[in-house]
């Protein structure tokens, strides 16, 4: 399916391409193209993914290239319901530049083994509790950017010198609303891939915990976004304190991405199992 994952990149790099210019010249006509680019990108990834499972035999989120192109499809999924939801056409300039990224490193990666153990396609909560926590990186990474456009936002507010990006960014209460709603899917979302991970390392292992690095760097995410939910819904912490900390929770979930990875434990396959 590489040539199909060619024809992704191809289409995603169209649309990151287009975003951008639609984001610094605000032509509506460029932002169409973007959109139905990412969109035939999206359909195209959905039957990369599916035939990978079919040809593998095996939930497409078992190794490093598979996890990475994953991430990127569901980065895609969520950008569509934040434009739906907010029409916040900014977020695809900071986005589809890293959803390219990503299909790229994915590409890139040789294939490994095809075949999985047993037992991670033993049991269906395997793809559960993985699709679970990439969705919740993804909405973590919406938190992220708003957070960052906050921050420009409110720099720029304070020095009264309103820059071009300035104008073109949501307003700020748009950009709160956002961080926040994403900041709760994506905290409830992790919450239960933790806990189906852990009913999953039962399973498997007759433990729920195993002081593994990736497990902790979870648990620190969980605890981070769960601050930020409960400081974001309260009229203190409503502001560039609530922004700098959805820019730690994103450090964190980076962490838990790929340092973790490098620190040993007992997920050795992929970047999150």
């Known amino acids: 399916m590489r040539s199909l994952l060619l ?4 289409a995603y790099l169209n649309a990151a391409i287009h975003f951008i210019l639609a984001f610094v010249n605000k032509r509506r006509s460029v932002q169409r193209v973007a959109e139905w680019s990412t969109a035939i990108g999206f359909i195209l990834h959905t039957g990369a993914l599916v035939g990978d499972w079919v040809l593998d035999g095996h939930y497409p989120l078992f190794s490093l290239r598979e996890t990475l192109s994953f991430l990127a ?20 300039a900071f986005s589809m530049p890293l959803i390219s990224i ?9 294939p490994g083994p095809a075949d999985a153990p047993a037992s991670f396609s033993a049991t269906r909560l395997f793809p559960i509790h993985t699709t679970l926590v990439i969705f919740a990186y993804a909405a ?20 009264k010198t309103f820059s071009a990006i300035f104008h073109r960014l949501p307003p700020l209460t ?17 919450t239960l891939g933790i806990a189906t991970g852990m009913f999953w390392s039962w399973d498997r292992y ?12 979870a648990l620190l995410t969980w605890l981070v976004y769960f601050v930020l939910i409960i400081y974001r819904l309260t009229a203190n912490w409503r502001g560039s304190r609530a ?18 990875r490098f620190l040993g434990g007992y997920h050795v396959f992929g970047l999150i199992l």
């Open 102 to 110: 990503l299909t790229f490193i994915s590409l890139l990666i040789t």
């Open 7 to 10: 024809a992704v990149l191809t």
């Open 73 to 92: 499809w569901a980065l895609v999924a969520v950008y569509a319901l934040v434009l739906h939801r907010y029409r916040a056409q900014a977020v695809g």
């Open 206 to 217: 007759g433990r729920f915990w195993h002081n593994d690095p990736k497990e902790i760097f």
């Open 140 to 159: 973590f990474f919406i938190v992220f950017m708003a957070s960052v456009m906050y921050l420009l936002q409110e720099r720029e507010l304070k020095l």
């Open 243 to 260: 922004a700098w900390l959805g820019v730690i929770g994103f450090a964190l979930v980076l962490c838990t991405l790929f340092g973790a």
């Open 174 to 190: 748009t950009v709160n609303e956002l961080a926040t709603n994403a900041a709760i899917v994506g905290l409830s979302l992790l």
